[in-house]
Structures are given as structure tokens and as C-alpha cells.
């Protein structure tokens, strides 16, 4: 579906392919990026459980990575409380100091949800959230993750985008969907490629494999920004025993009626193109800096000078 391969392992009787709804939405252009990462698929998981992870990784984190390459002219504006002034209006892709974080369970996993500085519940980070598909995908904006184990320290990953078009334009579905591999920014020595590590992927990778092949739990000291990972292993282990009494887990479907378009909530789903402008566009978000759909739309809509050096 949507230019992904998926098998079912279990059994049977199989159940449905989920249908959610990036892979049926009409007038948006796709494409898909892999890599595998060299570690657990549990530890990526939870990581889409620490919303705190965004202000430090991406944002303070980034700002060292574009130092180390020479280009603090391009420091991510990220409009931080306190520092330069306030907040621009209708500003939502900052990355402001957290505020507060919030997480509820749904029918298909947990929301997460999030008040950065300057904004209130009114906001959509928080009043709508964006989801964590349980029990290996994260949703972000028009973007998933998915977390396939390959064996106990390897990941594929794969990052699935749905471009939402500018209003008024129309584009045909694609015979093909474009594939892109995503590089790895850390080497088997942990050598850092910082030329790779301008983007939220790079970032995120880092992150992952420099916690070890498979993260020790033991060493841990969780605390209440923690919060979210708590709620997940809860859930690992709820949905766990349901299988161990030979009940079917979350996200198994069987009815065709309803399986047709799982429409699932986001932070744009109340304009998609406009936070697609803001966000998707910079290309620093998910693996977008080498999203081949995404630099085809950069290019049409800002031109090939928005291509040259680092994201930001």
C-alpha cells in the first residue's frame, strides 16, 4: 500500500492492512526513506515518548552541530523565551522551552501532547497532539516512522512522507513512489559525521545507537519528564498478557467497513498546507533533507538557493 511492502507473520486468520489515512489521502505527492540503525527498535520507540528530547536534541544540540561545521549563521531560530524578543505570531514550529507534556492513551495508542513557551492548551500541540501508533510507529505532522526489528540490535527504519499540496493545486497519483536511503551520522567507531547531523534524522540517529546496541534499563533514573516511556511500557506489557490469553492485541482489524480510511488526529489537520509551509518545508524535520519529493517542491516554491548548504 502507498508503495510499502508489508507481510503479516502471526496466526491466522490474518487480519486488514491498516488503512491509515496517509496511505488513501487524495491530491499529496509521497515518497519513502530507510535506513537500518544499529540498535534495539525499543529504545527509538521510546524516545518518540520523551517530548523534552526536542528542545535539547533538536534544538540546543543542533545549534553545536552547526557551530561544528562552521556555520553559525544558520543557528535554527528557534525564538527561545528569554531570548530575542517576543515570541512571533503564529509561530508553530519553534522550538521553545516545554512548558508542559501531556499523554493519553487511545484506541491505537497513546497521544502525545506538549505547551511550549509562549502558547496555550488552546494550541494544537496540545488540544489536538499527534500520536504514537502502538505499538512501533510515531506520527509526525504528514510524516510516520516506522521501527521494524531486523534481530535484537538492528532497526529498519523507515521514514513514510504525504506532502499536503497549496491550495488550489492539483496533482495526478504517482505511478511510483519515490525511495531514498537515509545515511547513517555515526560510524561503527562512533565517529560523528557532523556534515550529517544538520537534520532531525541525523540527530534522532545519534541519539539512539550511542545508547549501545541495546540500552541498559538498570542504569536508569526516571523522572517526570519520563512520564510518557512509563506509559508505553505499560502498555508493552498490557498488550502482552492479552496475547498470552490468546486475545487479539491493539490495532488488529477485521471489519472492511471501517478499515476503508483510519483517520488519525495531528497538529495540522486544521490547515495541512500551512503547516506543511512552515514546517516540512525547512527540511530539517524527520529525514527531509533528503526526501527527493520534498526538494523537488523546495525548489519549485523558493527556489534551488533554499537547496544549498546545511538545513536549518
Avoid at 502502538?134 to 521494524?148: A, D, E, I, K, M
Avoid at 529498519?156 to 488550489?168: D, E, R, S, V
Avoid at 561503527?188 to 541495546?214: H, R
Avoid at 492479552?242 to 467497513?257: A, L, S, T, W, Y
Amino acid at each position: 500500500i502507498a508503495g510499502l511492502i508489508f507481510a503479516y507473520l502471526g496466526p491466522d486468520p490474518a487480519p486488514l492492512l491498516p488503512r491509515w489515512d496517509m496511505f488513501v489521502w487524495d491530491n499529496v505527492l509521497r515518497d519513502i526513506g530507510s535506513t537500518i540503525v544499529p540498535c534495539n527498535w525499543l529504545q527509538i520507540m521510546e524516545n518518540s515518548l520523551d517530548p523534552t528530547h526536542v528542545e535539547w536534541l533538536h534544538g540546543r544540540f543542533s545549534d553545536y552541530v552547526l557551530e561544528r561545521i562552521g556555520r553559525t549563521d544558520l543557528k535554527r531560530e528557534f525564538f527561545r523565551v528569554g531570548e530575542g524578543g517576543p515570541v512571533p505570531e503564529g509561530q508553530i514550529t519553534g522550538n521553545f522551552d516545554h512548558e508542559k507534556i501531556g499523554f493519553d492513551e487511545f484506541k491505537h495508542g497513546i497521544i502525545k501532547r506538549r505547551v511550549l513557551g509562549g502558547q496555550t492548551e488552546d494550541h494544537p500541540n496540545w488540544r489536538i497532539g499527534h500520536p504514537i501508533l502502538f505499538p512501533n510507529v510515531l506520527r509526525v505532522g504528514s510524516n510516520f516512522q516506522y521501527r521494524v526489528p531486523v534481530d535484537d540490535t538492528h532497526t529498519l527504519h523507515i521514514w513514510f512522507t504525504a506532502y499536503p499540496q497549496p491550495p488550489g493545486e492539483t496533482v495526478e497519483k504517482q505511478e511510483t513512489i519515490p525511495f531514498y536511503h537515509v545515511p547513517l551520522p555515526v560510524d561503527g567507531d562512533g565517529n560523528a559525521d557532523w556534515n550529517l547531523m544538520d537534520n532531525n534524522s541525523g540527530q534522532d540517529i545519534a541519539a539512539w545507537v550511542t545508547q549501545g546496541p541495546i540500552a541498559d534499563r538498570s542504569q536508569e533514573k526516571l523522572g517526570e519528564s519520563d512520564k510518557g516511556i512509563i506509559l508505553y511500557r505499560r502498555m508493552l506489557r498490557q498488550q502482552l498478557a492479552i496475547i498470552e490469553d490468546e486475545g487479539e492485541p491493539m490495532n488488529v482489524f477485521r471489519d472492511p467497513v471501517a478499515n476503508v480510511c483510519i483517520d488519525l488526529p495531528w497538529e495540522g489537520q486544521e490547515d495541512p498546507w500551512a503547516y506543511a509551509r512552515r514546517g516540512l518545508m525547512r527540511r530539517t524535520g524527520q529525514a527531509g533533507k533528503y526526501a527527493p519529493v520534498l526538494r523537488d517542491m523546495v525548489a519549485r516554491l523558493d527556489g534551488e538557493e533554499a537547496l544549498k548548504g546545511p538545513v536549518h
